[in-house]
């Protein structure tokens, strides 16, 4: 009987035991938890800021270069091809330019309109453009085709081509643009002056370093 008791004694120590053990650990896991977290914590979210970069030439970085730069520009047309007036067009112009090396190609569209008296609009233009040059450290060389549709009253497709010269940024040369399959009109001026702006959207991603300024 004594060692009956004396049994069941040791047994109910050892199952408290075990008890307080199981006990003990889960009030030590929300403590773990949180020694891990604040263990974990990035050094900015205890008050203090990381340390920052004071020497220039330590800190600074390499640009990001786009694959394409997007050119927004404008086109100046003018002339007097015709015996008795001359036309002028005025435009803007979007393309996308890839560069290789020192060549590129681009392709884009352009809206215009046309005056003749500068007095009033004689007509508008819708252009298809495809450029092709060749970029040097002093400036570029270019050659434009253009393919579109002059509207005044009745649509007439049209297409033409230039030749420039310049900076990246500013282009001067000579155009020309024929009617297809119609009469020319008044409006539509064969030989021109050409004059281009244009500007990458983001100059200081542009794979041409003469477009940063900062």
Known sequence: MFENVSFRSRLRTRVHKRCDVSAARRRARPTLALALLVAGTPHTARGTEPTKCTD???????RETNDADIMLGATFDTGTGQPSQGSTSLGLRATRVHLFGIAWVGYGGDARVVTTHFDSVDAGLMN????????????????EGLLGVGIAG????????????????????????????????????EGQIAIRLQMPLEPCKSRIPLFCFD
């Not at 220039?56 to 390499?62: D, I, P, S, W, Y």
């Not at 298809?128 to 050659?143: K, S, T, W």
């Open 154 to 189: 009745m649509p007439i497709p049209t297409w033409g081509f230039a030749g420039l010269i310049g900076l990246p940024w500013f282009g001067v040369g000579v155009s020309f643009q024929f009617p297809i399959a119609h009469n020319r009109p008044v409006w539509l001026e």
């Open 128 to 143: 298809l453009v495809v450029r092709a040059g060749i970029i040097g450290p002093n400036g570029f060389v270019e050659l």
């Open 56 to 62: 220039k030439t330590k800190c600074e970085r390499k």
